[in-house]
T-cell receptor, first 115, second 114 residues
């Protein structure tokens, strides 16, 4: 059983560009959450998708958007990249949305560097 | 504002010694509490979680944590450290009353000395 997979593993972009990161959840999971982990910091919650809709959102600007597909995979899009967007982006999947106590399974992350 | 505090960004212990990593949360309503471990260049792996059942929670790799409501704490312990325990540990809290919030601490890097 494949766990959570993310692509690409590494990415280099320049300021102002747009980026799309991809995530495939663990088999049987229908909820996907995205996190940003800056160097030396803990992950920060960006948003969570369930049934192809954004259900919960953290304190991130509208430049950060996402999508969930019928097969439960998900994309994170970031527009107008800033230097401060350089971070490890983690995807996590879980069963049943938003109960709070569900176990999240994390992917290895995509490391984004903005120059 | 709701928050999670991990005391000590770096902790060093000798192999075989007790591991104690501290986590305090701010809330009058008991949240869901988690401990994760992160090895270099990897994602996070769940060690254990508290979801309002038993206050002493046992996890993988010999780790356990005790939920203490009066102290708003959820410290992680392991009786005997192993070299393979060297990693970064994150405490996380999920609040579901009112606005959903999922908050991670800033992490504690554990170093195990031979």
């Amino acid at each position: 059983d494949a766990g959570v997979t993310q692509s690409p593993t590494h990415l280099i972009k320049t300021r102002g560009q747009q980026v799309t990161l991809r995530c495939s959840p663990k088999s049987g999971h229908d909820t996907v959450s995205w996190y940003q982990q800056a160097l030396g910091q803990g992950p920060q919650f960006i948003f969570q998708y369930y049934e192809e809709e954004e259900r919960q959102r953290g304190n991130f600007p509208d430049r950060f958007s996402g999508h969930q597909f019928p097969n439960y995979s998900s994309e994170l899009n970031v527009n107008a990249l800033l230097l401060g967007d350089s971070a490890l982006y983690l995807c996590a999947s879980s069963g049943l949305l938003g109960a709070g106590g569900e176990t999240q399974y994390f992917g290895p992350g995509t490391r984004l560097l903005v120059l | 504002a709701q928050s999670v505090t991990q005391l000590g960004s770096h902790v060093s212990v000798s192999e075989g010694a007790l591991v104690l990593l501290r986590c305090n949360y701010s809330s009058s309503v008991p949240p869901y509490l988690f401990w994760y471990v992160q090895y270099p260049n990897q994602g996070l792996q769940l060690l254990l979680k508290y979801t309002s059942a038993a206050t002493l929670v046992k996890g993988i790799n010999g780790f356990e944590a005790e939920f203490k409501k009066s102290e708003t704490s959820f410290h992680l312990t392991k009786p005997s450290a192993h070299m393979s325990d060297a990693a970064e540990y994150f405490c996380a809290v999920t609040y579901t009353s009112g606005t959903y919030k999922n908050i991670f601490g800033t992490g504690t890097r554990l170093k195990v000395l031979a």
